[in-house]
């Protein structure tokens, strides 16, 4: 089983707060992530300016898709994103817009997984081509600290693993929980402020990289 | 009954091409949406220029909050912003910490009905003091040409409106559709390209104002 890839979640308020820790951390960052705040916040300038100053990078631009996808994931392809992100309970035609252009402009759409979606939805999503899906805890519920990772999420993973999706973990994943998911075929790791928000955020970045490489030896 | 409010929903990718059609139509406008498309091309720089501009607008982030709540309406309420909208499928807790936040800042919230929405789901918000609902056609759909505005629409924003909810109104809505909404209590009619890409943005918001007022007499 590979190798978890980490993804840096940059949620700040502007560019600058995001690119000072991104650019400490980036030797050991595989995907960046324009998060939904930051997007709304500085708009496409902050993926083109990602994009420019990490081209070796995986940009994704996590707008967050609900409808008017086409226009939505057009924009983050121009502004050089390699990654553009829908929710599961959007539109139903959203998916396959999003994806025909994705796939048109050589990038990749990954949708998350919000309450409400069903396992009827995701063999949808398996048979209209769909690579990637976001498992996540969303920051309300992880705020009011009501949930922990369990047995009950590592089997969704690997269901949705089964069906052929490449699934993306989140939600506060901290280095101390990488090791429950031994054995879980995980995509991607998503942390955002423990790696942002830490002291050194290289050496942060380095032991996620460090303990998913023991954890998948 | 009143006559309803006029909004111009601007979807540009860039502001520039906003603030031209604004500029023209704006003495006929009452309410400025700053669409998801441009917040998100723009980021709240666009917010913020378009409130400098006309403070005396009501201007509304249209940010599609579905979670992050707290972080993303603060966001929008610095850059100015009147309102923010949320979508009804919104992780539960974001309804309260928006509108919580909302009515710390003197501002409003508006939930967007999107697909999936149930009157249990819109009781709990009547009851929890939301006072704006979006009633709205897709894009995706409209752009399909499958649904009209037609009576099951008009009961459903009566219903709406019975809660105690103020109901915009918003799909493609052209002047020669406002007649067929006589006698049903529309709080704000949106129109984006029937004004935004009129060769006179002026004379198209006006003739929305003049059908209203007709309509509403």
């Known amino acids: 089983m590979q190798k978890p890839l980490l993804q840096i979640a940059l949620d700040t308020y502007d560019l600058p707060s995001a690119l000072g820790p991104l650019q400490k951390a980036a030797a ?20 083109r300016a990602i994009k420019s100053l990490f081209p070796d990078k995986i940009v994704l631009a ?5 409808e008017a996808g086409s226009i939505i994931s057009k924009m983050c392809f121009d502004a050089n994103a390699d990654w553009v992100s829908v929710v599961s309970g959007a539109a139903p035609s959203s998916f396959e817009v999003v994806l025909a252009e994705a796939q048109a402009r050589g990038g990749d759409m990954q949708i998350e997984l919000s309450d409400g979606w069903t ?39 690997r269901r949705l693993h089964e069906m052929g999706f490449k699934v993306t973990v989140t939600g506060g994943v901290k280095p101390k929980d990488i090791p429950l998911f031994a054995g879980v075929p995980v995509y991607i790791f998503i ?17 996620f990289q460090t303990i998913m490489a023991d954890t998948w030896a």
Do not use: N, Y
């Open 119 to 157: 396992w009827d939805m995701a063999q949808k999503w398996a048979d209209m081509g769909v690579q990637q899906v976001i498992f996540k805890r969303s920051r309300d519920l992880e705020a009011q600290g009501t949930l922990t990772w369990g047995e009950k999420d590592f089997d969704t993973i």
């Open 28 to 47: 050991q960052i595989d995907v960046i992530e324009v998060g939904t705040i930051l997007c709304l916040s500085e708009g496409m300038h902050a993926v």
């Open 191 to 207: 942390a955002g402020r423990a790696i942002r928000g830490a002291d050194d955020p290289l050496a942060a970045a380095t032991e």
């Open 62 to 66: 996590d707008v967050r898709i609900a």
